[in-house]
């Protein structure tokens, strides 16, 4: 049968291209299913310096398409397609996409994670300009800088202590007056000498041409605007796990993503889960590719066991 | 004191060599020690298909200077010295090299795991003479040439395989009756024209005075020896985690990894594991390299807990 693969990946950024490019070199008949452009969220970094192996940097799309044309190579075949379901059946589990429904022996769920947006005036603009959702990423092109961090949570509260080895000060903008962050980080904030608070606080609009230059901030209790400069905005309001195909196939941990043991096998035989979407993911590129590698020579020893 | 680090890292492979790039990335002081060349065992493959992002393929030796050089570029301090203890101490963890003693406060063990040897005359003298651990590094020195490859697993049987590429024939001489190997590498294996197969037989000697002439071997169900006549001697009878300067401070599993959670935590907190060294690794250039992101953005969260 024509739709029918040993194994069909779903999403098509790294930890997806690296499970595409493992199992095809080890000859399964391999689908990868990717609605966009390959690479995922890397896609849009403009430049990548955390990427082992590229000393001077690299384009998170040309990064992305390397590993495209590496997993082609080896005959991955890819289908652009939006995926709607995915479903136990007969014979193995039924991939349902708007090209059609596809069979699949095994399947890899490397559907990754989208950071929530602010959804403010200036976000998508200047996106890669200085709006940024990860510190470990973006934080070392902001030397000595002003930068805010926007939210309350663990997340917030680490990257921004982690923004005080770059910058000149980290201000740190929340809507509540307290944090959510545990007590351990929040005395760590309070402690370090670079980091300033904006409390009951909302951002309105972020400002600048080219890149960011400062941010429109309302306090929510006196009602008043006002305007901080700073050349970076971190955002940390959570992120939202791509797990709409899966409906109710698996159990999801209380982020919404899929728990998989260190072998990225989910709950389900032949399903495994491998980057951004899983549990305890460390949401890096790098990691997302050993993910995918992972979950790739996991699904060979699936299919040899059937 | 000059000798103090926050985080240290064992090991120059492609988890080292990450985790270096990352905690270096991170503006931790961070240093790397490594008694030989970077690249770890990576550094042995003349030609590395499966590492993402080259789609053109790398040598071993080529990548793991890359990483090297990517990690330099953020700082990261390296040390050529051998590690023959690590221990708790007041303050952090004491590092005992060659080179002399170094302070960490996040200890990242990344020593990776080298290839068992027969142990038969005429081994360690032929080596590098035609006694080889690495096909895809040294094959193309056998082309039209008969050689023998030892073993019975994944490894022995895919780089078998890959022999065949060059050699006009691979003799797989493997002590048991049947494979350890995939049913797919079995299954190509016996289809593969250029392959032969000696069943329950060991090998008493590597015969040849300037280079590998032949093997001894013996049949250990009848007990009668021969001599085959070949020019090189592939060996792949598994790996030996270097976990010499570990000592009694961590327990090990089975095989002689180090256990850790998906943090790459082990059992003592500040000290974490990364690439072949631990157990359950895949044991590829990219997942090692994915376990030293993870291990360094574990590292980093535990200083800023401290």
Redesign the interface.
């Known amino acids: 049968m024509g739709n029918t693969y040993e194994v069909i990946i779903v999403g098509g950024g790294?930890a997806g291209?690296?499970a595409g490019?493992?199992a095809s070199?080890?000859?399964?008949r391999t689908l990868l299913i990717e609605k966009g452009i390959f690479g995922g969220q890397i896609a849009n970094a403009a430049h990548v310096?955390?990427?082992?192996?590229?000393?001077d940097g690299?384009s998170g799309l040309e990064?992305g398409e390397?590993?495209h044309?590496?997993a082609k190579?080896y005959g991955l075949e890819t289908v652009a397609a939006e995926v709607y379901g995915i479903a136990l059946a007969m014979g193995g589990t039924v991939i349902e996409t708007t090209e059609g429904d596809y069979l699949a022996n095994a399947v890899i769920i490397a559907t990754g994670a989208e950071f929530n947006r602010l959804g403010v005036p200036g976000e998508e603009r200047l996106s890669g300009k200085g709006v940024s959702y990860c510190a470990?990423c973006d934080g070392?092109f902001f030397k000595d800088r002003v930068v805010a961090v926007v939210g309350g949570g663990d997340s917030a509260v680490?990257e921004g202590?982690?923004l005080t080895?770059?910058a000149s000060e980290v201000i740190l903008i929340h809507r509540r007056d307290q944090l959510r962050a545990s007590r351990?980080?929040q005395e760590?904030a309070f402690a370090n000498k670079k980091m300033a608070f904006l409390w009951d606080t909302v951002v309105e609009e972020i400002l600048g041409n080219e890149r960011v230059t400062g941010l429109r901030v309302r306090n929510v209790k006196t009602g008043s605007t006002s305007t901080i400069e700073a050349s970076a905005a971190f955002i940390y309001v959570g992120q939202r796990p791509n797990t709409d195909c899966i409906g109710k196939l698996l159990s999801l941990d209380e982020e919404g993503r899929i728990p998989t043991d260190?072998?990225m096998e989910t709950e389900i035989k032949g399903i495994f889960a491998a980057g951004d979407i899983r549990k305890?993911s460390?949401r890096?590129a790098?990691?997302?590719?050993?993910?995918?590698?992972?979950a790739a020579?996991s699904a060979?020893?699936f299919?040899?066991q059937q």
């Open positions: 790294p291209l690296t490019l493992y070199r080890a000859r399964l310096e955390n990427y082992p192996g590229f000393p690299i990064l390397l590993m044309r590496q190579e470990t070392p680490e202590i982690l080895r770059f351990l980080l760590r260190g072998r305890n460390s890096q790098i990691t997302a590719a050993g993910d995918g590698a992972t020579i060979e020893k299919l040899i």
